[in-house]
């Protein structure tokens, strides 16, 4: 079977650009830079309030120096609002819901995770640049969706 060159070429760089696209998942996987930001780990959505982490969400330090960073999403807010963490320190969020399916983006970042009741979404993640950031429900969840937002305030760490 006669194929042009041309008609080749293209086969072989869209085979070769799939290829790059499964190493760039395998890599980025691999090296945990990108992973699904849920893992499963459940929580009663209806006693959040006697729950003793989400029962008094915001921001922790722990022994080992981890900053954890305990929220719970709410219509049509979240808990703590604003959120202080230090820069250029690896800051784990840890986030429920207390009602319906939310969302949490921190705009300008690739920090975006799901708020399940009953479930607890986890992502790590180091903020470099200091300064103030917008975090938006991105899961539609009601009349005040578009009003759910919050503040993260990334502050320079003194020495
Ligand atoms: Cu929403």
Redesign the pocket.
């Known amino acids: 079977m006669h194929v042009e060159l041309y008609e080749r070429i293209w086969m072989w760089a869209a085979g070769a650009l799939v290829l790059a696209f499964l190493v760039t998942i395998g890599i980025t996987a691999g090296m945990q830079a990108m992973s699904p930001p849920s893992h499963l780990e459940t929580v009663d959505p209806a006693a959040l309030d006697s729950h003793p982490e989400f029962g008094s969400p915001g921001v922790a330090q722990r022994p080992d120096g981890r900053v954890v960073v305990t929220v719970v999403a709410s219509t ?1 807010f979240f808990t703590p609002d604003p959120i202080e963490v230090p820069a250029r320190r690896p800051v784990t969020f840890r986030i429920t819901s207390s009602d319906v399916i ?2 949490f983006q921190i705009v300008g970042t690739n920090a975006n995770a799901m708020a399940i009741p009953g479930y607890v979404s986890q992502f790590t993640i180091t903020f470099d640049r200091p300064g103030e950031y917008l975090i938006t ?6 009349i005040a ?1 578009h009003m ?1 937002v919050g503040t993260l305030v990334v502050r320079e760490e003194r020495p």
């Open positions: 049509f939310h969302g429900c991105n899961e539609y969840c009601g969706h759910m």
